[in-house]
């Protein structure tokens, strides 16, 4: 268990883009747009303040949205945050980011401000909007100049998996501090993203080689393996290995629902992980102390994952659930784009 417990908190459902992989506004979703009021962050804020206390945690906020900065009393929320002395991450938008709202982001705490790239120009704009990708290229050097950790986000799935290489290079050609990338989690009618499983494995061969490049060079980049199944990989060339002290019962790594984090909506619906349907309370009627306790528990049990329960990896994997729900409907089966053979 982590010192931190991460708090993915979507203040407004306001945003400049209607993203073609979007999961919020997914299947005409999300029609009435919500600002949380200021009186309700105060309560969130408090309430995430009590569960941590009890639980021997420090909160860590992802502010997000929609994008945060549309919220009319963000900066409000900024100074609260900054009173109380709490390190965060911002996730939005690059469209009214500048060097004075960064400096601004910097004085009050924002240790990362995080970007989304989806491809190169074309491939991108396609997925968000015409001249997000230049956009996103002139905030980087905003965030980084006010001293503010840089980290680019992909989604990947068939369209612009092999575009990734390219994003590579151009994340360290504009000196970015993070890099990482999560598969597209299908919503709706279409469940299929087409990356079959063994071209996934080659796909993460390829970008591994390209990270050891860099690495060999000096670049400064880290490169985050934010999908699980990296650990498959690692440990099938032999970097990764399972700890001899390691208990075949606990749970060490992998993903982090009904672990070590959870999502807060404008209206106040708690979700164990905004990528599926997940609601599990209301920060606003419960103590998210008890909905960790008491209702992510479902999440906890790890037995019932149909393939990874039978596999040495099961503390340190599981592959992403959401993509395997998004795909399947259930949150226990396999994971659509995990090679491995299990008996």
Request: glycine residues 6%; aromatic residues 14%.
């Amino acid at each position: 268990m982590k010192p931190y417990f991460a708090f993915q908190w979507h203040i407004t459902d306001y945003c400049d883009q209607r993203c073609k992989h979007c999961y919020i506004f997914s299947e005409g979703k999300c029609t009435d747009l919500l600002h949380m009021p200021l009186d309700g962050m105060k309560k969130v804020i408090a309430n995430c303040e009590d569960m941590c206390k009890q639980l021997g945690r420090t909160p860590y906020f992802y502010i997000t949205g929609g994008d945060p900065i549309l919220h009319p009393d963000f900066w409000t929320l900024m100074d609260i945050i900054k009173s109380k002395g709490y390190k965060f991450t911002t996730m939005g938008n690059p469209f009214h980011l500048n060097d004075d709202v960064c400096e601004q982001l910097k004085d009050c705490g924002c240790e990362k401000y995080q970007l989304s790239i989806d491809g190169m120009r074309e491939t991108h704009d396609m997925f968000r909007k015409k001249g997000s990708f230049d956009s996103t290229i002139k905030a980087i050097k905003h965030i980084k100049d006010a001293g503010i950790k840089c980290a680019i986000m992909s989604t990947v799935s068939d369209v612009n998996i092999k575009e990734m290489p390219e994003v590579i290079d151009l994340v360290v050609e504009n000196k970015v501090d993070i890099f990482a990338f999560g598969r597209y989690c299908p919503t709706g009618e279409e469940k299929e993203i087409a990356i079959k499983p063994l071209e996934y494995r080659d796909f993460l061969d390829t970008l591994w080689k390209k990270y050891e490049h860099y690495k060999a060079q000096g670049v400064k980049t880290y490169f985050n393996l934010k999908d699980h199944l990296w650990t498959l990989y690692l440990y099938e060339k032999g970097i990764f290995k399972i700890p001899e002290s390691a208990d075949k019962n606990m749970v060490y790594d992998g993903c982090h629902c009904g672990i070590c984090h959870m999502t807060i909506l404008p209206n106040g619906d708690v979700y164990a992980c905004r990528r599926f349907e997940s609601k599990v309370g209301n920060v606003f009627e419960e103590s998210l102390r008890d909905i960790f306790i008491d209702k992510e528990e479902i999440y906890r049990d790890f037995d019932k994952f149909e393939k990874c329960s039978k596999c040495e990896l099961r503390g340190f994997c599981r592959g992403c659930p959401a993509v395997t729900y998004g795909t399947t409907g259930s949150f226990y089966g396999t994971d659509p784009q995990c090679w491995k053979e299990v008996e």
